[in-house]
């Protein structure tokens, strides 16, 4: 099994967004990951389902949408309707997870988790069976560029081992923080999903940015 790439559009220019996305149509990468910010959740506003929906036209590419918004449940739909292939909303963002999740299999997208820096794996527990993704945030959410807090290594081993012993398929994602210089260690500790945004947009060559991205650790192990 070879892990996945998802190129965060957060850190594109968006002043070209056609030719980015262009861009990451053209390379190896495997999804198009898009960071929904409310201004509330997290102190950042990004975009909504309108600007999702002008990118699925553009992209080729699986979109994985990462909700960073409260109240998550009353635009599961909207954004499915946009395009989104994978839908992931916060554990902090939800007092009922287990509907939401529920919410968002019903619309026919895979559902996907997320915990911030500060909360355990733990608290995933009873949800992992329900999920075809958890996403562990290894900054705190809301902007691209910040620094990748290695306390997230010990996490992405705790859920692999977790999902191992349950014997659970869940992609281990793993959004912030993440450069050419750290991917290996993020797949060694049992990731199988790397988001980058500034990694990737911001070199001087993204093309081949994402091709290095995808030659790291080379076929990683079968984990199920
Ligand atoms: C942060 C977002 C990330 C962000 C990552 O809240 O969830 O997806 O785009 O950006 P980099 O890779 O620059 O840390
Ligand atoms: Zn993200």
């Given at each position: 099994m070879k892990h996945l790439v998802a190129p965060s559009l957060?850190?594109?220019d968006f002043s070209r967004l056609a030719e980015e996305v262009a861009m990451v149509n053209e390379s190896q990468a495997d999804w198009l990951h898009l960071d929904v910010m409310?201004?509330?959740?997290?102190p950042n506003i990004t975009f909504g389902p309108m600007v999702i929906e002008a990118v699925n036209r553009l992209s080729k590419k699986p979109l994985d949408v990462h909700l960073m918004i409260r109240q998550p449940e009353k635009y599961i739909e909207q954004f499915r309707e946009a395009g989104a292939d994978v839908i992931t909303v916060h554990y902090e963002a939800c007092t009922h997870l287990h509907r939401v999740i529920q919410q968002i299999r019903d619309t026919g997208a895979t559902p996907g988790v997320s915990i911030n820096?500060?909360?355990?794996?733990?608290?995933l527990e009873d949800i992992l069976e329900e999920v075809g993704l958890v996403l562990l945030m290894?900054?705190?959410?809301?902007?691209?560029?910040q620094k990748f807090i290695y306390n997230t290594l010990l996490k992405i081993q705790r859920l692999r081992n977790r999902l191992t012993v349950r014997n659970l398929t869940a992609h281990i994602e793993v959004d912030g923080g993440i450069g050419l210089h750290n991917a290996e260690k993020v797949l060694q500790a049992g990731a199988d999903v790397l988001v980058a945004g500034s990694a990737i947009f911001?070199?001087?060559?993204p093309i081949d940015t994402i091709r290095r991205f995808k030659e790291i650790g080379g076929e990683i192990r079968k984990f199920v």
């Amino acid at each position: 099994m070879k892990h996945l790439v998802a190129p965060s559009l957060l850190a594109a220019d968006f002043s070209r967004l056609a030719e980015e996305v262009a861009m990451v149509n053209e390379s190896q990468a495997d999804w198009l990951h898009l960071d929904v910010m409310d201004g509330h959740f997290v102190p950042n506003i990004t975009f909504g389902p309108m600007v999702i929906e002008a990118v699925n036209r553009l992209s080729k590419k699986p979109l994985d949408v990462h909700l960073m918004i409260r109240q998550p449940e009353k635009y599961i739909e909207q954004f499915r309707e946009a395009g989104a292939d994978v839908i992931t909303v916060h554990y902090e963002a939800c007092t009922h997870l287990h509907r939401v999740i529920q919410q968002i299999r019903d619309t026919g997208a895979t559902p996907g988790v997320s915990i911030n820096p500060h909360n355990p794996v733990s608290l995933l527990e009873d949800i992992l069976e329900e999920v075809g993704l958890v996403l562990l945030m290894s900054v705190n959410p809301g902007f691209g560029g910040q620094k990748f807090i290695y306390n997230t290594l010990l996490k992405i081993q705790r859920l692999r081992n977790r999902l191992t012993v349950r014997n659970l398929t869940a992609h281990i994602e793993v959004d912030g923080g993440i450069g050419l210089h750290n991917a290996e260690k993020v797949l060694q500790a049992g990731a199988d999903v790397l988001v980058a945004g500034s990694a990737i947009f911001k070199a001087d060559d993204p093309i081949d940015t994402i091709r290095r991205f995808k030659e790291i650790g080379g076929e990683i192990r079968k984990f199920v």
